[in-house]
């Protein structure tokens, strides 16, 4: 029992492998169609993993025909266009078919099933800005779904993280859908 305490004593001596630590900062703000920038202010923030297509196909979302070719990134156009038909329909009079209907919804069941497996998560603050603090470095996903006042914006973009600080600007030009 003695060389058990002993090999015990000489292996918590070694050293143990440590994992970098990274950061990830968020400046968030849209610009409108008035050309003044708006933070994105108080909205949650998610962070994946893997890609969201994968997540979705393993949540036993059904993908459309016209996306299948495409794979997990099918998820993604599928996304995009459930998100366009959602603001045409909030931003005029006009009555969404029961199709369309379905579609929003199956839009926002994807976003909630991707925030559910979010391996971090965060809030902006009144300033658009947030922060992700003691990630490993690797390939990432930002995830986000913000409601406007006759819209909305969502962000599904993948972000890669390094070593250290590392920066990121959320704006109309990475966002997947903005109406």
Do not use: C
């Amino acid at each position: 029992m003695n060389n058990l305490l002993i090999i015990a004593l000489l292996l918590s001596l070694l050293p143990q492998e440590t994992k970098p630590i990274a950061s990830l900062s968020i400046e968030a703000d849209l610009v409108l169609q008035s050309g003044e920038v708006v933070p994105v202010a108080r909205q949650k923030l998610y962070l994946l993993d893997r890609h969201p297509g994968k997540i979705l196909r393993e949540a036993g979302i059904p993908l459309g025909k016209e996306h299948e070719k495409d794979g997990d990134d099918g998820y993604l156009k599928q996304l995009q266009k459930s998100y366009y038909a959602m603001t045409i329909y909030s931003s005029v009079s006009i009555a969404p078919t029961d199709a369309e209907r379905e579609r929003v919804a199956s839009a926002i069941k994807q976003m909630d099933a991707l925030f559910s497996k979010a391996v971090k998560e965060t809030t902006t603050d009144f300033g658009g800005k947030a922060s992700f603090n003691d990630l490993v470095p690797g390939n990432y996903w930002l995830v986000a779904r913000v409601p406007r006042q006759r819209g909305i914006a969502v962000w599904i973009t993948p972000v890669e993280i390094k070593s250290g600080s590392n920066q990121f600007v959320m704006d109309n030009s990475n966002a997947l859908a903005i109406r």
